[in-house]
């Protein structure tokens, strides 16, 4: 089965998207530049004025505040240190809040990450060992879809130095992707079709200066599913391609890393255990399936913001099927292999 192509309107809808990061980017770029080569100018004022020298008047105020070698000579009392000063006094540099419009350099805990993408994803489900070749293989050559991401990091300002920089990287987050598939067809008939994605996970990260690496552990649920076709007298309304499921719980590892103070890149890779895999695994299919699945993704980001960066991304997930039937099962086919594949622009806003 091949599915049909998404309309033109989502097609200028994804284009528009990534004209608009492009100029925002460029038009943040062009400002950050005007706003140095004025600081620039200010600083050779500054050092091209003429330097006067101290005026009799000055001096003579100046002799006049000067302490007298009595008062010198006494000695400084040392006031006595409250508890817990020194571990806020140490920790002082890194609860400074940044400047607006500063772009540091290592990476630093947030509350709150949130981000937003719009891309095209794509799908292939290919047989293997089918021996009276009974189902077809399935492939959607492109579909727009959406897809956003928030996680909340709830003790990055706690009071409490020491417990705040264990506690710190620990977070919770959700992901939700949402695919806009018009139809899929066969033989003139046209079968609507559903897709989406949702992620929830607890995960833990360390910063590392200009490096971060984090670990989670969640459940994760993709959903893929093909209805019937309107009844024609005559004629196979069934899409003959098994709706799929696939939850189970998500094993991931994170990292990501500032070449420069514009520049990062960052990618994860996941391991999902399933313990459902939908009606492909029920008894009008493959009822002794057995299946795993894997996830990987890479991202280059590009800093516009001291809070808001771009992004551009790609992402691969694949499934893998040992169906192990036996003679006389309705179906006779070894195992299978289920490819999502997704590219995308976004933006990640970090507070």
Known sequence: MRAARWSRGAAVFVILGVVAASLFSAAIGEAQSRRGRSSKARSETRASAPIEAPSKEDDESERAVEPSPDAESEPETEQPTAPGQDDREASADTDRPEEPGSVPLA??????????????????????????????????????????????????????????????????????????????????????????????????????????????LGYARRSFAIDAARAVPGVDNLPRIPNIRYQGLRLVGAGAFRISRLLSIGGHAAYLFLFDVGPIGGPLYFPKDHAGAFDVGVYLGVRVHGLLELRVGAELQRAHHRFDPDPGDRYIVGGASDRFSRFYVGANLAY
């Open 107 to 216: 990476f630093r805990p947030r509350l709150i990450e949130a981000s937003f993408e719009i891309g095209i994803m794509r799908r292939q489900l290919r047989y293997r060992d089918d021996l009276f070749d009974h189902l077809p293989d399935y492939a959607l050559g492109a579909a727009p879809s959406i897809a956003g991401e928030i996680a909340i990091y709830p003790f990055t300002f706690l009071s409490n130095a020491r417990i705040r920089r264990w506690l710190e990287g620990l977070g919770f987050g959700v992901d939700y992707e949402r695919d806009f598939i018009r139809a899929s067809s066969r033989e003139g008939l046209d079968f609507r079709t559903y897709g989406a994605r949702f992620e929830v996970e607890a995960r833990y990260a360390l910063y590392l200066g200009r490096f971060r690496a984090a670990a989670g």
